[in-house]
């Protein structure tokens, strides 16, 4: 098949052959349509990237934003059922190696990571039997039927079922053409939710109202880093979501876990994930309420806080309030604390990067009038790998920071 050209200003190919895989609008030059094209690509398309000599570059889903080629391949090729048995089986493989598939203590984890497995705008995650399947552009959403073959032939009788969870995550203007809906289904009998296992500790999965596809996984070795810190201590959770970190800090012996989310749906969850790893627990208590408000009206005092909030910037122009909120949560956080205590704060978006991040916590700690130590550094898990070639793909920091 044929594809429109899109060719490039001269020098202008530079990130391009150093392998990043974004194609950005104000570097394209021009494009030379397919004789049987009488309008400019549409929102999806394939198209090639060529430079200014017009020697190949890429070949790439089209779009209508600021990024306009997301690189699917530096090489001639064809965007095939083939070409994604391919990448999911390199992806499928990475993960055995990292001893993350059909592993007795954990059975979910990320098949694909956008460009982290050099397939930008999609998302795989793997739920038992279940895949949820996440595009992020019209071009993924596009390759759908392609995409659920390939994961049936890679996974074989692994999974049960294939579902697109893509109306939030694809531009507005397209949502409504990819509902919400199971892109496959075998002759098993589905069930809207499951139970899955996060070492060892359960956890209730709806991928079909459930937030992101149904979890939070890319917490999960931070989950896991927290359990060394909360011993006998008292815990407070907020932004709390599916309970994942109360969960692992009552499975570490914490005396108390206090878990708020402003969501009463996030509530009834957390609570039910408590239940099913300590049933008649009395030392959690779940409190639907919004952190800001919390955090300004309590009077108690916590060893160990985790501020895990959603991503305050999903695009330059929210950069500098996402700064300043980021400040005010963890001023707040750090007045509350208790003399020697720990502070768990992330960020997931990703147009803060990560000295940007520390500098904002610095300055919290200043308004707080704390001496802060840090203890770690955190980021996203193997399994949400980050394209060296692409630096923007790492969006989940975190530190662990003593407070005195």
């Not at 609008?25 to 394939?46: F, Q, R, V, W, Y």
């Not at 999609?122 to 279940?130: A, E």
């Not at 759908?144 to 073959?149: G, Y």
């Not at 009552?250 to 005396?255: F, I, R």
């Amino acid at each position: 098949m044929t594809l429109p050209l899109v060719i490039l200003k001269p020098k202008r190919d530079a990130s391009i052959q150093r392998k990043h895989p974004w194609v950005f609008s104000g570097a394209i030059h021009k494009i030379i349509l397919t004789e049987d094209e009488a309008n400019l690509p549409e929102e999806g398309d394939l198209v090639q990237v060529l430079n200014a000599k017009e020697q190949f570059l890429g070949i790439g889903h089209w779009g209508e934003s600021s990024i306009a080629v997301r690189l699917l391949s530096f090489e001639e090729t064809t965007i095939n059922k083939a070409f994604f048995i391919e990448k999911f089986q390199s992806a499928l493989n990475l993960r055995k190696s990292l001893n993350l598939y059909k592993q007795d203590k954990t059975s979910c984890y990320r098949l694909v990571h956008a460009e982290g497995d050099s397939l930008p705008g999609l998302i795989i995650d793997i739920y038992n039997d279940v895949a949820v399947v996440q595009a992020h552009s019209r071009g993924m959403a596009m390759a759908f039927d392609a995409i659920a073959e390939a994961l049936k032939q890679v996974l074989n009788k692994e999974i049960n079922a294939i579902y697109s969870k893509s109306e939030q995550t694809l531009p507005k203007q397209y949502s409504s053409e990819f509902p919400d809906s199971y892109l496959w289904r075998s002759d098993k009998q589905i069930a809207q939710k499951t139970t899955v296992k996060e070492n060892n500790l359960l956890f209730e999965i709806d991928w079909i109202e459930g937030q992101k596809t149904g979890f939070f996984i890319d917490q999960r070795e931070n989950r896991f880093a927290l359990q060394k810190y909360v011993e006998g201590k008292s815990v407070l959770n907020t932004f709390c979501y599916s309970g994942g970190f109360s969960v692992y800090a009552l499975g570490a012996n914490a005396k108390s876990v206090d878990s708020v989310d402003s969501s009463a749906k996030a509530i009834e969850l957390c609570n039910r994930n408590v239940e099913l790893n300590f049933p008649k627990v009395k030392n959690h208590r779940a409190i639907a309420q919004d952190t800001f408000s919390f955090l300004n009206e309590s009077e108690e005092k916590y060893d160990v806080i985790l501020l895990d909030p959603p991503a305050y910037a999903k695009s330059k122009s929210a950069k500098h309030n996402a700064i300043q909120g980021y400040r005010r949560l963890n001023e707040k956080a750090l007045r509350m604390i208790n003399s020697g205590g720990i502070l768990f704060t992330f960020s997931c978006s990703q147009i803060i990067h990560r000295k940007l991040f520390e500098d904002t916590i610095t300055a919290a700690a200043i308004d707080a009038g704390r001496s802060v130590r840090i203890l770690e550094h955190l980021s996203q898990p193997a399994d949400h790998p980050v394209n060296i070639f692409h630096p923007e793909g790492e969006y989940l920091k975190g530190l662990v920071l003593f407070v005195e």
